[in-house]
């Protein structure tokens, strides 16, 4: 079935480090991808998403470009803030459903 | 904005209670889930509704129901808390899988 696999944390960066969690996919045909970001304490809030090949999706910052050659959708930012530390979760719906498959998330500490 | 609301941020309740969580959205959406969040387990899905009276178990229904009357309304229901159901709580809801899900801010729930 379809499936996420993201890196495992945690991660903890530098204030103004660059960032990268990795993402790879399983999936039957092209589905939508999503990027989740919960802060502590929160639910989860939807980050960005991009809904075919090549799209690139942004948002604070952060972007993630899909990609169906290496069946990747890496989130990157280019200088992180204190303010970034949460936990994200890579997502992307089951075939012909939809439901969301969740990877299992990565916490991302940024130190000042 | 589409709002999911979550009626308690924190409930402690006693072993053996019945315990209702509330969830109530705002943008006249079909599908509604619920989750549990647990360190090193990621998101779990315990119970989703995608329309009114209708429910399908998830990955870990045992020990809970859920109720949906209304369109906007879904609960869950723990019938008798034991204390692993101690954990976070987390409802969303969506409509045709292309723009994700939008979640409440969680529930933590603690059964002593």
């Known amino acids: 079935g379809d499936s996420v696999t993201q890196m495992e944390g945690p991660v903890t960066l530098s204030e103004e480090a660059f960032l990268t969690i990795n993402c790879t996919y399983t999936?039957?045909?092209?589905?939508?991808l999503f990027w989740y970001v919960q802060y502590p304490g929160e639910g989860l809030q939807l980050l960005l998403k991009?809904?075919?090949?090549?799209d690139k999706g942004s948002n604070k910052g952060f972007e993630a470009t899909y990609r169906k050659e290496t069946t990747s959708f890496h989130l990157e930012k280019g200088s992180v803030q204190v303010s970034d530390s949460a936990v994200y979760f890579c997502?992307?719906?089951?075939?012909?459903?939809?439901?969301?498959?969740f990877g299992k998330g990565t916490k991302l500490s940024v130190i000042p | 904005d589409v709002k999911v609301t979550q009626s308690s941020r924190y409930l402690v309740k006693r072993t053996g209670e019945k315990v209702f969580l509330e969830c109530v959205q705002d943008?006249?959406?079909?599908?509604m889930f619920w989750y549990r969040q647990d360190p090193g387990l990621g998101l779990r899905l315990i119970y989703f509704?995608?329309?009114?009276?209708?429910?399908e178990k998830g990955d870990i229904p045992e020990g809970y129901s859920v109720s949906r009357e209304k369109k906007e309304r879904f609960s869950l229901i723990l019938e008798s808390a034991s204390t692993n159901q101690t954990s976070m709580y987390l409802c969303?809801?969506?409509?045709?899988?292309?723009?994700?899900?939008?979640f409440g801010s969680g529930t933590r729930l603690t059964v002593v």
């Open positions: 991009a809904t075919k090949a090549d």
């Open positions: 509704s995608y329309d009114v009276k209708m429910k």
């Open positions: 997502a992307l719906p089951g075939a012909g459903s939809y439901q969301l498959t």
């Open positions: 943008m006249d959406h079909e599908n």
């Open positions: 969303a809801s969506e409509t045709g899988g292309v723009d994700g899900y939008t």
């Open positions: 999936a039957t045909g092209y589905p939508s």
